[in-house]
């Protein structure tokens, strides 16, 4: 008995290290902490990481950084905005730059979200000629509600009016700065210029539609609805005809009878970014669950209808349940989800007439699996792919997609019934303008908590029947041991707009 105790806490103590936390998840598939993305490990870093040797990762700004610092904005002041896009990573997000620093530090990456506040800081005297610096605070894409921080050489537009914007910047440091509830922390990029991408001033719901006879431009201006679902308000203001939803039948797929509807509505989401497709349907979420609750019976499905529904609006996520559902009654619907993306293929679609008066003459259609999904497929339609999206059918990418349910889509699954034919099953079909890639997993996959916490369950499950061998009176004492590592539920979420003011950068003042 007490070897069995000594054991225990020798493999707890073991499990607490951080070597064995890294092992554990080599073990389990879950990548590397300084793993970087295909597109990033390309191009070197535009900054070499000796010049860095000073910086520290959350933490102020420091004078013993200054060295690097102007470095950055050397490297940024001597290439061209075409230059540095080209040797971008690609869209890099608030997760991925906070969790691997060391692995970004120095190179150029893309940053895109909303753009809430500019200012102006004056650096410290350099030979760079610069004399004025711009401080961005961008909410990022995909709605984190901790911001990443840009400072521009050349002026911004004015923040009064938020708006949509992107930068192509070299990645310098996780800075550390006081909120009005404790520390936070945000990536700071240091860039040439802010890129406006998208202008939206308000709109109110009943503002005059665009008229069908002009074509879609890249900046469509358009309000959430005062009630009701906002995705039928979206598409009434991208000028699709929810009329043609009727000829849509669920269970089946695609019938040539769809095609008019379907190529209209995958030409309307081109003049949607999707940044704001995810923004608008967050936006949306506590309407939608309201109004499944109102509609709801007492049969046993619509109880537990809504109870997925609420389990995850308590996370701020949609739930894909419904859409497994009646597809009637999600028909036009605005979602999004964090899913993984295992599968993206290159359709063509040259052949239909109804692409073709579009302009359209391909899609990707992507397979992505949600945390809610159980491990049954959500099928993405979209029009075009990110730079260093991988295409194929055995990938693994997090995504966050972004799109109006089109129809429940009948598809041949690889397992067989007992007389050997493919199974028919049926998927969620819907329709947006692109993945938002997520540098790292999120949401829906699995948390290095959790994979620990697995690990050592299967570990403490097996030195738990050793235990039991030599008594049986030790089934409390493997009940509370296990307890130990449940996975502890996810942080509240901070209020964005309760930010303070950031520390200047080194060398900033007179």
Do not use: C
């Not at 969790?99 to 004056?122: I, M, N």
């Amino acid at each position: 008995m007490l070897a069995g105790l000594v054991l225990v806490i020798g493999l707890m103590s073991r499990l607490e290290q951080p070597e064995t936390h890294r092992a554990i998840g080599r073990a389990l598939g879950e990548p590397a902490a300084t793993a970087l993305p295909a597109a990033a490990s390309e191009a070197p870093p535009l900054v070499t990481a000796e010049t860095f040797s000073e910086v520290r990762d959350n933490a102020p700004f420091r004078s013993d950084e200054q060295p690097a610092w102007f470095a950055s904005l050397a490297a940024v002041a001597e290439h061209e905005a075409a230059e540095l896009a080209s040797q971008s990573a690609g869209l890099v997000g608030y997760a991925a730059l906070t969790s691997q620093p060391d692995a970004y530090r120095g190179r150029v990456v893309t940053v895109a979200g909303r753009a809430l506040r500019v200012e102006a800081v004056e650096p410290a005297a350099n030979d760079l000629g610069v004399t004025e610096l711009w401080r961005v605070t961008l909410e990022p894409v995909g709605g984190e509600v901790w911001p990443i921080t840009v400072y521009t050489l050349e002026e911004p537009a004015d923040a009064t009016e938020p708006y949509d914007a992107s930068a192509v910047g070299v990645f310098y440091k996780k800075l550390s700065y006081r909120w009005a509830e404790g520390v936070g922390s945000t990536p700071v990029i240091v860039a040439r210029r802010l890129e406006t991408t998208l202008t939206m001033p308000a709109v109110e719901p009943d503002a005059v539609k665009p008229n069908a006879a002009t074509p879609p431009t890249d900046e469509v201006a358009f309000g959430a609805p005062a009630a009701g679902s906002m995705g039928a308000a979206l598409l009434a203001e991208l000028g699709f005809d929810v009329e043609l939803f009727a000829k849509v039948v669920d269970q089946q797929r695609l019938r040539s009878e769809e095609s008019e509807a379907f190529y209209a509505l995958l030409g309307a989401v081109e003049a949607t970014p999707a940044s704001q497709l995810a923004r608008l349907a967050r936006t949306g979420l506590d309407d939608y669950v309201a109004r499944h609750r109102r509609a709801a019976g007492d049969t046993v499905r619509d109880r537990w209808v809504i109870r997925s529904l609420e389990t995850e609006q308590a996370q701020r996520r949609y739930s894909v349940t419904p859409l497994f559902g009646e597809g009637a009654a999600e028909r036009g619907e605005l979602v999004v989800f964090d899913a993984i993306v295992r599968r993206a293929v290159r359709v063509d679609a040259s052949a239909s007439d109804a692409a073709a008066r579009r302009g359209i003459d391909h899609y990707f259609e992507l397979e992505a699996f949600t945390e809610d999904s159980q491990n049954l497929p959500i099928v993405f339609v979209v029009r075009e792919l990110p730079a260093g999206f991988p295409v194929g059918d055995a990938i693994r990418q997090p995504a966050r997609l972004a799109g109006f349910f089109f129809k429940q889509w009948a598809y041949r699954s690889r397992t067989r019934t007992e007389r050997g034919n493919d199974r028919r099953q049926f998927a969620p079909l819907l329709v947006g303008r692109a993945p938002i890639p997520l540098a790292l997993p999120d949401a829906a996959t699995i948390r290095p908590g959790t994979a620990i916490g697995l690990a050592a369950t299967v570990a403490l499950v097996a030195v738990a029947a050793a235990l039991w061998r030599l008594s049986r009176r030790d089934k409390a004492y493997e009940s509370a041991t296990l307890a130990r590592y449940r996975s502890a539920g996810d942080a509240a979420a901070h209020d964005f707009d309760r930010l303070n003011d950031l520390a200047d950068p080194p060398g900033a003042g007179a």
